[in-house]
């Protein structure tokens, strides 16, 4: 899977602490639920757990989800 995602309209990075349990479904229904987003639109969310060393990153490409999860070695997230 390769795409340009310079040209995604909006990224959105949620604040507060979520339960990165949740895969592709629990997240996408959490967005329009809790911060009233369209998990449908041109936007890459970037959504922080508990712990403010990793995050997952979710997208909708046209064809179905994208969900990329990145935890840091070194360093948090502010």
Known sequence: MKHDYTNVKNIYITCGKTDLRK?????A???????ELD???D?????SGW???RY????FDGDGFAM?????DK????
Do not use: E, M, N
């Open 56 to 59: 997952k990153c979710l997208y």
């Open 75 to 78: 360093g948090k997230l502010q």
């Open 23 to 27: 895969g592709i479904d629990g997240l």
């Open 43 to 47: 936007s890459i969310f970037l959504i």
């Open 39 to 41: 998990p449908y639109g």
């Open 51 to 53: 712990s403010k060393d």
């Open 68 to 72: 990329l999860y990145k935890r840091l």
């Open 29 to 35: 229904t959490l967005l329009p639920d809790s911060f």
